[in-house]
């Protein structure tokens, strides 16, 4: 974990964040194709595991988001090792 530099601890910075007090996610599920990060939730999706489908948004389904979640389960976590 990284350390506090002049009173800014990773914590206060992630408090004013997008999901600033929400729970960071496990699961990114990037949809259309794009095989890349476009600084979406940069800060969040460190250690966080994604999942790449070639659906574009609006036509997301529930079958696709089991998809994502069933990939997900069958993965093995590093947390960051």
Do not use: N
């Not at 794009?34 to 999942?51: C, D, I, K, M, N």
């Amino acid at each position: 974990m990284p350390q506090a530099i002049d009173g800014v601890t990773p914590e206060a910075i992630s408090r004013h964040l997008y999901l600033g007090g929400a729970p960071e996610p496990e699961l990114i599920i990037r949809t259309s194709g794009e095989v890349r990060f476009s600084g979406f939730l940069l800060w969040q999706s460190t250690y966080r595991e994604y999942y790449f489908c070639d659906v574009l948004w609006p036509e997301f389904r529930k079958l696709d988001f089991l998809r994502a979640v069933s990939a997900f389960q069958q993965r093995t976590r590093p947390f960051g090792r």
